[in-house]
């Protein structure tokens, strides 16, 4: 460890553990901050091309490959993984889904890709759909609501552990309701209309 200042003998110092959210916290320090500004929630590629695409795994790994490849993707890539989509988005305390994810929902649901056809984000009702199935599909991992949660953190018989584990998927759930709040949301321009010939 190593001070920002000099310290006096004597004086109490304080630690921090960095902004990390509750799910980090409580894994790796055994504590929770309720509430905490710094929580995410995680949606893992997998759950997103599961949820809104019907292509092979060959297809999705190819996919990837291309969008690495144009730097589109790298932010989400970790030390080991090579052609698989174990990787995953991260939706801030805002709710904010970040735009990286929505390129990932288009490209894999877009017809073909290329590097040649990598599509613009257009905020699309396809789109919009999308987005919300995939939330819809994270929302659906918990066995409980947020008001199912809330109802438990008012007990005062609750074991300490099991109080910091519902902090930490409240947390998620909040957020992900936020996320969902945003998308539903959007302004979303009617579809072309068809020019009869």
Same mark, same amino acid.
Do not use: H
């Given at each position: 460890?190593?001070?920002?200042?000099?310290?006096?003998?004597?004086?109490?110092?304080?630690?921090?553990? =960095?902004?990390?959210?509750?799910?980090?916290?409580?894994?790796?320090?055994?504590?929770?901050?309720?509430?905490?500004?710094?929580?995410?929630?995680?949606?893992?590629? %997998?759950?997103?091309?599961?949820?809104? !695409?019907?292509?092979?795994?060959?297809?999705?790994?190819?996919?990837?490959?291309?969008?690495?490849?144009?730097?589109? @993707?790298? $932010?989400?890539? !970790?030390?080991?993984?090579? !052609?698989?989509?174990?990787? &995953?988005?991260?939706?801030?305390? !805002?709710?904010?889904?970040?735009?990286?994810?929505?390129? @990932?929902?288009?490209?894999?649901?877009?017809? %073909?890709?290329?590097?040649?056809?990598?599509?613009?984000?257009?905020?699309?009702?396809?789109?919009?759909?999308?987005?919300?199935?995939?939330?819809?599909?994270?929302? &659906? #991992?918990?066995?409980?609501?947020? %008001?199912?949660? %809330? =109802?438990?953190?008012?007990?005062?018989?609750?074991?300490?552990? #099991?109080?910091?584990?519902?902090?930490?998927?409240?947390?998620?759930?909040?957020?992900?309701?936020?996320?969902?709040?945003?998308? $539903? &949301?959007?302004?979303?321009?009617?579809?072309?209309?068809?020019? #009869?010939?």
């Amino acid at each position: 460890m190593r001070s920002i200042r000099t310290i006096s003998k004597g004086e109490q110092i304080y630690n921090t553990y =960095g902004n990390l959210p509750n799910s980090d916290l409580l894994r790796r320090y055994g504590y929770v901050i309720p509430s905490s500004r710094d929580d995410i929630v995680e949606i893992p590629c %997998e759950m997103i091309v599961d949820t809104i !695409s019907s292509l092979s795994k060959d297809q999705v790994r190819r996919r990837i490959d291309i969008l690495d490849e144009e730097g589109i @993707f790298e $932010e989400y890539s !970790s030390q080991n993984y090579r !052609s698989n989509y174990y990787r &995953a988005f991260e939706i801030p305390y !805002s709710g904010k889904v970040p735009e990286e994810m929505y390129l @990932f929902c288009v490209a894999m649901m877009a017809e %073909e890709l290329d590097t040649t056809t990598i599509p613009e984000v257009e905020k699309t009702e396809q789109l919009r759909m999308a987005v919300l199935d995939v939330l819809g599909a994270r929302l &659906a #991992k918990y066995e409980t609501s947020i %008001e199912d949660d %809330e =109802g438990l953190l008012l007990r005062t018989d609750l074991p300490l552990r #099991k109080r910091m584990a519902i902090e930490v998927r409240l947390g998620e759930k909040r957020i992900i309701r936020k996320a969902v709040d945003r998308v $539903e &949301a959007w302004d979303v321009p009617p579809p072309p209309k068809r020019v #009869k010939t």
